[in-house]
């Protein structure tokens, strides 16, 4: 089966450094992937790993390690706009169907 | 900008009717995918359209049905709406392909109030 897992809540404070964790286990692997919702809003794409390591794009970065079936993404410089939910997600075998995890809900603070 | 469009962007049924929701897959988007988001959750995947046939689907009844159409927009179809059918529908398309990472790009959503 597939299941995902983040903590909840997270809070934060403006210009600090949080790090979102998440655990996965999928039949199969095809990716591992963070999107970000504001609330009422669509959620957009932040970061895609299919690799072990770290990608790093601006302020974001995400870490992945397969054996593990462990990922996180780094959000540094924290602002008030970053406060959002965050979505860890893992397509199937053959991409057709995506899993997503609860979200971790993020509240940066003044 | 994202180019996938839903309608309506909210509306209230009550129990029993039924709920057409309708999507436009961004532009050179061949994959369109159904998913059903409760407040506080993250998004349960109902069903993928590919070429106009259901590609895969999740663990909702048969009630939940879909259609894609030759340009690649979509509806989903609910039937005898249960309260718990109260939720954001969110539509997402992709690019399905060799090449393709799976990214999923997502409209605005449908909320969807059953009373």
């Known amino acids: 089966g597939q299941n995902i897992d983040q903590p909840t809540e997270m809070t934060a404070t403006e210009g600090a450094i949080v790090q979102i964790n998440c655990t996965y286990q999928?039949?199969?692997?095809?990716?591992l992937f963070w999107y970000q919702q504001h609330a009422g809003e669509a959620p957009t794409f932040l970061s895609y790993?299919?690799?072990?390591g770290l990608e790093e794009k601006g302020r974001f970065s995400s870490f992945l390690s397969r054996s593990k079936g462990y990922s996180y993404l780094l959000l540094k410089e924290l602002q008030m706009k970053d406060s959002a939910s965050y979505l860890c997600?893992?397509?199937?075998?053959?991409?057709?169907?995506?899993?997503f995890g609860a979200g971790t809900r993020l509240f940066v603070k003044a | 900008e994202t180019g996938v469009t839903q309608s309506p962007t909210h509306l209230i049924k009550t129990r029993g009717q039924q709920v057409t929701l309708r999507c436009s897959s961004q532009?050179?988007?061949?994959?369109v995918s159904w998913y059903q988001q409760a407040l506080g959750q993250g998004p349960q995947f109902i069903f993928q359209?590919?070429?106009?046939?259901?590609?895969g689907r999740g663990n909702f009844p048969p009630r939940f049905s879909g259609l894609q159409f030759p340009n690649y927009s979509s509806e989903l179809n609910v039937n005898a709406l249960e309260l718990d059918d109260s939720a954001l529908y969110l539509c997402?398309?992709?690019?399905?392909?060799?090449?393709?990472?799976?990214?999923?790009?997502f409209g605005e959503g449908s909320r969807l109030t059953v009373l």
């Open positions: 359209y590919y070429r106009e046939e259901e590609n």
């Open positions: 999928t039949s199969g692997f095809n990716g």
């Open positions: 997402a398309s992709s690019l399905a392909g060799r090449e393709n990472t799976g990214e999923l790009f």
């Open positions: 790993n299919v690799l072990d």
């Open positions: 532009s050179g988007h061949n994959t």
């Open positions: 997600a893992a397509p199937n075998t053959g991409g057709f169907k995506t899993i």
